[in-house]
């Protein structure tokens, strides 16, 4: 059971550019989302998604987007890349009874 | 919205002292999850708390629910060096499954 998989675990972008960042869980949960860690800001909700097709704002959404086609697979997408979105990326997923997050996405934006 | 403060942010202790971390939310929760990050990783989930007045243990770890389901504590009884990390706290929002996090308290243990 690999649990939750994120790709890449490293990114350099330049300002501007666009990418998209890889999640996908193989325990058929629901309920999967996205966070960013930055030093001192703790864990802040970018998307989230409670089944496939159906996708919801977090805290902090703009600049991203996420789509649900599937059950197991969740990308977050980077529309035109900011310093400001220099950060650890997680998703996770969740049954009801707690989180499983990948092991994370860094990203430079430069 | 609802907030979710933790207390200390950091503390540093030497191998063998007691640590407890406290948790506060805004407002009354369904449950609390606690959830633990290791320098470098991700975090880790480390027990669910749903009744009132709760206590649970694990191992040198016990995790205490207040009454009023507005907060928690963490407390570590002689720590180690393993337990370094961030210790976050978490609570629904809307419903069960979106979580808000804690700031989070920072662990530094000194062999």
């Known amino acids: 059971n690999a649990g939750v998989t994120q790709t890449p675990k490293f990114q350099v972008l330049k300002t501007g550019q666009s990418m998209t960042l890889q999640c996908a869980q193989d325990m058929n949960h629901e309920y999967m989302s996205w966070y960013r860690q930055d030093p001192g800001m703790g864990l802040r909700l970018i998307h989230y998604s409670v089944g496939a097709g159906i996708t919801d704002q977090g805290e902090v959404p703009n600049g991203y987007n996420v789509s649900r086609s599937t059950t197991e697979d969740f990308p977050l997408r980077l529309l035109s890349a900011a310093p400001s979105q220099t950060s650890v990326y997680f998703c996770?997923?969740?049954?009801?009874?707690?989180?499983?997050f990948g092991s994370g996405t860094r990203l430079t934006v430069v | 919205g609802q907030q979710v403060m933790q207390i200390p942010q950091y503390q540093h202790v030497q191998e063998g002292e007691d640590f407890t971390t406290y948790c506060n939310s805004s407002t009354t929760l369904s449950n609390i999850q606690w959830y633990k990050q290791r320098p470098g990783g991700h975090p880790v989930f480390l027990i669910q708390?749903?009744?009132?007045?709760e206590v649970k243990k694990q191992k040198r770890l016990t995790f205490q629910f207040g009454e009023a389901k507005k907060n928690s504590s963490l407390h570590i009884t002689a720590t180690q060096t393993t337990d370094v990390g961030t210790y976050f706290c978490?609570?629904?929002?809307?419903?069960?499954?979106?979580?808000?996090f804690g700031t989070g308290t920072r662990l530094l243990v000194s062999p």
């Open positions: 978490a609570g629904p929002e809307e419903g069960f499954q979106k979580l808000v």
């Open positions: 996770a997923s969740s049954s009801t009874y707690g989180y499983t």
């Open positions: 708390l749903v009744k009132s007045g």
